[in-house]
Nanobody
Framework: EVQLVESGGGLVQAGGSLRLSCAAS????????IGWFRQAPGKPREGVSCISSSAGSTYYADSVKGRFTISSDNAKNMVYLQMTGLKPEDTAVYYC???????WGKGTLVTVSS
């Protein structure tokens, strides 16, 4: 059974940092792209970043480029999203996803106060 469990969200002031974690299980982690998405209140879900550990490649949305860093630990089946320079507009529920599948975690809430 595929499972994705996010953690690390919380309340932070603008300009602060948070590190999100995604614990993955139930599939061959190395074979898939893992993505972070987010959904702000009243807005559609949007892609934030993704990583292909086997290809050594990453992607970032323009809105987070230069502020967020995605990484993975294949030995632990973990994906991380280091977020710095947080802005109020980063406030959202952040979800981990096995890219191009319907496997999603339940999300972790990030709230950035101004």
């Amino acid at each position: 059974e595929v499972q994705l469990v996010e953690s690390g969200g919380g309340l932070v002031q603008a300009g602060g940092s948070l590190r999100l974690s995604c614990a993955a299980s139930g599939f061959n982690f190395d074979d898939y792209v893992i993505g972070w998405f987010r959904q702000a209140p009243g807005k559609p879900r949007e892609g934030v970043s993704c990583i292909s550990s086997s290809a050594g490649s990453t992607y970032y949305a323009d809105s987070v480029k230069g502020r967020f860093t995605i990484s993975s630990d294949n030995a632990k089946n973990m994906v991380y999203l280091q977020m710095t320079g947080l802005k109020p507009e980063d406030t959202a529920v952040y979800y981990c996803n096995v890219y191009a599948t319907n496997y999603w975690g339940k999300g972790t809430l990030v709230t950035v106060s101004s």
